[in-house]
């Protein structure tokens, strides 16, 4: 599987420009609530500062997700635009900075996918029944507080006249 190496003796004081794509296979992900459907894109620039890497830029990949409400599929691409990762840098000769965007990516997951998300709200609302309420509200208020003079009340009353 192909990796985002770099060999920090090849890398510019300035930084170096890292474009490209890391397979889906870097998710490791094949599961009935989510499915990768295509590489991971990076546009990144990755600069050392002493003994830190810094990597900064934008990273998406596409997953099929299945919708919460109509547990429908819908597909869905996953965008990190300010990703930023910083890197302790040892005696080695090349970080590997694949792992942290994958991570990156997956922190990104909608917490509830649901079809609007991945721009097919129609289809789903189409699908489910719609559970709002739309009829008119009652002017009146009813009240659910016991009314003073129920037989209970007045039982309790008595207790608080004797002492």
Same mark, same amino acid.
């Given at each position: 599987?192909?990796?985002?190496?770099?060999e920090?003796?090849?890398?510019?004081?300035a930084g170096?420009?890292?474009?490209?794509?890391?397979d889906?296979?870097?998710?490791?992900?094949?599961?009935?609530e989510v499915?990768s459907?295509?590489?991971l894109?990076?546009?990144?620039?990755v600069?050392?500062?002493?003994?830190?890497?810094?990597?900064?830029?934008?990273?998406s990949?596409p997953?099929?997700?299945r919708?919460?409400?109509?547990?429908?599929y819908?597909d869905?691409v996953?965008?990190?635009?300010d990703?930023?990762a $910083?890197?302790?840098i040892?005696?080695q000769? !090349?970080? %590997?900075?694949?792992d942290? =965007?994958?991570e990156?990516?997956v922190?990104d997951f909608p917490?509830?996918p649901?079809?609007?998300?991945?721009g097919?709200e129609n289809?789903?609302?189409?699908k489910?029944?719609?559970?709002?309420?739309d009829?008119?509200?009652?002017t009146?208020?009813?009240s $659910?507080?016991?009314i003073r003079?129920?037989? !209970?009340? %007045?039982?309790?009353?008595? =207790?608080?006249?004797?002492h």
């Amino acid at each position: 599987m192909k990796r985002l190496l770099v060999e920090l003796e090849n890398l510019p004081e300035a930084g170096k420009k890292y474009s490209g794509e890391l397979d889906s296979e870097i998710f490791g992900i094949d599961d009935e609530e989510v499915t990768s459907i295509g590489p991971l894109a990076f546009d990144l620039h990755v600069q050392r500062f002493e003994n830190e890497l810094f990597v900064r830029g934008n990273i998406s990949a596409p997953f099929k997700f299945r919708c919460v409400r109509c547990l429908g599929y819908f597909d869905y691409v996953v965008e990190v635009c300010d990703f930023a990762a $910083s890197f302790q840098i040892d005696s080695q000769n !090349v970080v %590997d900075v694949s792992d942290s =965007l994958r991570e990156e990516i997956v922190l990104d997951f909608p917490a509830y996918p649901k079809c609007a998300d991945g721009g097919m709200e129609n289809d789903c609302m189409a699908k489910t029944p719609y559970f709002g309420v739309d009829k008119e509200g009652g002017t009146g208020v009813n009240s $659910s507080a016991p009314i003073r003079n129920s037989g !209970v009340w %007045d039982a309790l009353n008595e =207790l608080g006249d004797h002492h």
